[in-house]
């Protein structure tokens, strides 16, 4: 064999193997070698570990990857950029893997998979990560003593939230998306006596709201304590409160539907805490900020007024009463 050095070629005729590299150091079973026509490989040991094949396709573990750049041996896509494939099963121990196709243990509708996950490198079943594939969504996943699903965007685009399918018997939230039909969002409770969601504020954290369950009912809550209050008197004038409300009928825009109730900045004059932001507002951009109604402000002012009103009842009752007493 033939080996030329010079200024313009360098080292030539020399192709080597996996075994007897063609440029080595002193270990003379690992180097590089040149195993066909526009290829060059890598060996380690004795054995080919990695490749630039004819194409400029770069392959680690495979003597023939079908990509840029491809991990592993297992090809079956086509287009790809990037292949990356996790080489061995569970019990490999393995500390994390970056999938872009299926691998092993994988099903064949598995088309598309990326898993970024943090393995126990003790027991390759604990982890926690993100998994995505064609048949199951994106996974959100946890584990302690074994790998769990927390969260799942599924095939659908539901958000499911401790649970695996848009089942609403089972623990969590459904956020339904374009595949099911009627629903908004599904709120799944882990028993009876349960808060569906809570409101904190950001600066103290205390709860302000709620929406609760006990298993046959809902209630819709804002906080109340007494310990949250001062200076508390009793409502006065709330008859002419009523009065001065303006209940009326009208007609939705959007549907045509006949509907009945308060103009928002009208019922805003006479009880502001029933109504939220403000007459004719627009954002930066020019567009409309509708404000909003909670009739449910408006029960305290309506109690007071009918205890008003039974007074001037009562009192009328008694004036008539001794206008009868007169007569008689």
């Excluded at 063609?22 to 080919?48: C, H």
């Excluded at 882990?190 to 709620?210: D, W, Y």
């Excluded at 805003?268 to 900020?289: H, L, R, T």
Aim: aromatic share 6%.
């Amino acid at each position: 064999m033939a080996v030329t050095i010079n200024g313009t070629t360098g080292i030539a005729g020399v192709d080597g193997s996996a075994g007897t590299p063609a440029v080595q150091g002193a270990d003379s079973n690992t180097g590089i070698f040149f195993p066909a026509a526009d290829t060059i490989a890598f060996a380690e040991g004795g054995a080919e570990v990695a490749r630039f094949d004819s194409s400029g396709n770069f392959g680690i573990g495979t003597s023939s990857p079908a990509y840029r750049l491809q991990v592993g041996g297992q090809t079956g896509l086509t287009g790809a950029a990037i292949d990356l494939f996790r080489t061995g099963g569970l019990s490999s121990n393995i500390g994390g893997v970056l999938n872009f196709r299926p691998g092993l243990g994988q099903t064949a509708s598995d088309i598309f998979n990326l898993s970024i996950c943090a393995y126990d490198h003790s027991s390759d079943t604990n982890a926690d990560g993100l998994s995505i594939n064609a048949s199951d969504g994106i996974s959100f996943c946890t584990g302690s003593n074994s790998r769990q699903e927390r969260a799942r965007i599924d095939g659908s685009g539901n958000l499911l939230v401790g649970k695996t399918s848009t089942s609403s018997t089972a623990t969590g939230v459904i956020a339904y998306g374009s595949g099911a039909a009627d629903h908004g969002m599904i709120s799944v409770a882990r028993g009876s006596n349960a808060t569906m969601i809570e409101f904190r504020t950001t600066a103290t954290g205390n709860v302000v709201g709620q929406i609760s369950q006990n298993g046959s009912n809902t209630t819709y809550s804002t906080s109340s304590d007494y310990r949250l209050k001062e200076s508390i008197q009793p409502m006065t004038g709330a008859l002419a409160k009523v009065v001065a409300l303006k209940p009326v009928t009208y007609t939705w825009k959007a549907t045509g539907e006949v509907d009945e109730g308060f103009i928002a900045h009208e019922l805003q004059e006479v009880c502001p805490s029933a109504v939220i932001g403000y007459k004719d507002a627009v954002d930066a951009d020019g567009n409309p900020v509708y404000q909003g109604i909670d009739t449910s402000f408006l029960v305290a002012t309506l109690t007071a007024a009918i205890q008003e009103q039974q007074a001037l009842i009562a009192a009328l009752q008694a004036d008539v009463a001794a206008l009868k007493g007169a007569q008689a």
